[in-house]
């Protein structure tokens, strides 16, 4: 069964090599400078980088049939009439994207130099996107390595490092220092039976690679100083704070507790906006320490008599560091873990005291609704007698006058005989009125409706 045209592209992506044809235009010797800028909002930048990348191609007039240009890979051969050549490599990655700038000389000329780019009408653009990451200043020669104090002259600073690297013929030498250009030095004697294309470029590659990602590790090194001091003053005040709490609340009011809830609170924030800062900008650490580890074991490095290994440096640098902005980011996890550990206990105890003064209002309510009861128990008991006592009299005036006219014989045992009469009528007033307002206080229940007989 044939692919989909959406799987079918996507094997073609994975599988594709867009870089292996540009090792046809490289030759040795050359001067190589290299440029990497750090994205502040990759899903914007990225895209920008490759339009900026394309318009670099159109100052530098880079002839369409010499271009590839790919999502996030591309680059530009553009020759002179003498035989030079300059090849611009871009790519974009993550979190960077970098620039790889080839002068080759005519062939015949092996005279290559540090310094500016010689090519005619060459010019780099001065609104590059993102925070520079590093500079590089490559040059790549097939001589023999020259004398010690002859290398001593080309570059600044105070050490000289070099090694084999890849294999016994290639050597490289550094410094590690910027140059009045901002731009670190790196000679590279590849040898005569060495100087391919494909085993330049994978030079330059391990070169790049090493410096970037050696310094996207420790150009955060400021925040994470400034995060260590800010992370110990929020674990002083919270231990502070916890003991204050943990002696304290078993007695705390609800106002005190209140306050503490409110500061606490505001020290969280504060912790997840630290927190959240630090994730963002120390998460890659990891990989990018793995990567650059697995460039140095892949670059298989042999020591050079009389120079200090290119490793050292590099491993002097960075060695702990991708270690300690994870130990980092596991502390501010715990502060905040704290903090919201604290706030729970507390709003437990808040939560205890509202139930306790629940509980006290309902007996409270309970406690009254039961005097009502009781009172108005003896209210109606106090009614019905009252009721009676009316009745009798009037009746008692009644009975008199039947015996003034000679219909009754002794109004004195008729109205005596009439009292538990008028008590009845009174407890049948008492409580047909009851029901009556009952009845208008609750409302009756709607009436049934009738069903329709079935036609």
């Not at 400021?222 to 304290?248: G, N, W």
């Not at 306050?259 to 800062?277: F, H, I, P």
Request: charged share 20%.
């Amino acid at each position: 069964m044939r692919p989909k045209p959406a799987s079918d592209n996507l094997l073609r992506k994975l599988h594709e090599r867009p870089q292996i044809p540009l090792t046809k235009w490289l030759r040795a010797p050359a001067h190589v400078h290299y440029k990497a800028f750090r994205m502040v909002d990759p899903p914007n930048q990225r895209p920008a980088s490759r339009a900026e990348f394309q318009s670099l191609l159109e100052t530098l007039n880079v002839p369409a049939e010499t271009k590839v240009l790919r999502e996030t890979f591309g680059y530009g051969v553009k020759e002179a009439q003498n035989g030079e050549r300059l090849i611009v490599l871009w790519q974009a990655h993550t979190e960077y994207y970098t620039y790889q700038l080839w002068h080759l000389h005519p062939p015949g000329q092996d005279t290559v130099t540090f310094g500016p780019l010689t090519f005619p009408g060459y010019r780099f653009p001065g609104t590059a996107l993102g925070t520079e990451v590093c500079r590089l200043d490559i040059v790549l020669t097939t001589e023999a390595l020259p004398s010690r104090e002859h290398v001593r002259t080309l570059f600044p600073g105070p050490m000289l490092y070099g090694s084999r690297i890849l294999d016994e013929h290639t050597i490289v030498i550094a410094s590690f220092t910027p140059d009045d250009y901002g731009r670190e030095r790196y000679w590279v004697t590849a040898g005569t039976s060495q100087s391919d294309s494909s085993h330049l470029k994978d030079v330059v590659d391990a070169i790049v690679r090493i410096e970037t990602y050696y310094h996207l590790l420790l150009m955060q090194k400021p925040l994470f100083s400034a995060a260590i001091d800010q992370a110990y003053k929020f674990e002083q005040v919270h231990l502070k704070q916890r003991e204050i709490i943990t002696e304290h609340i078993g007695h705390a009011n609800s106002q005190t507790l209140q306050r503490w809830l409110n500061s606490l609170t505001q020290d969280l924030l504060k912790t997840n906006r630290m927190a959240g800062r630090l994730h963002f900008e120390l998460s890659a650490s990891v990989p990018y320490d793995k990567i650059l580890h697995s460039t140095l074991s892949s670059a298989v490095e042999k020591p050079l008599e009389s120079y200090r290994p290119l490793s050292d440096y590099v491993l002097s640098g960075i060695t702990g560091v991708a270690e300690g902005y994870q130990q980092l980011l596991r502390r501010i996890d715990t502060l905040r873990g704290g903090f919201e550990g604290i706030i729970s206990i507390i709003r437990t105890r808040v939560d205890l005291i509202v139930e306790a003064q629940n509980l006290a209002l309902l007996q409270s309510v309970d406690k009254t609704t039961k005097n009502q009861v009781i009172l108005q128990h003896t209210v109606e008991g106090l009614s019905v007698i009252v009721i009676a006592y009316y009745l009798s009299g009037l009746a008692g005036y009644i009975f008199k006058g039947l015996s003034e006219l000679g219909w009754l014989t002794n109004y004195n045992l008729a109205s005596a005989i009439f009292v538990p009469v008028a008590i009845g009528i009174a407890l049948a007033i008492t409580v047909v009125s009851k029901k009556i307002l009952h009845k208008k206080l609750i409302g009756e229940p709607p009436a049934p409706k009738a069903e329709k007989p079935e036609e």
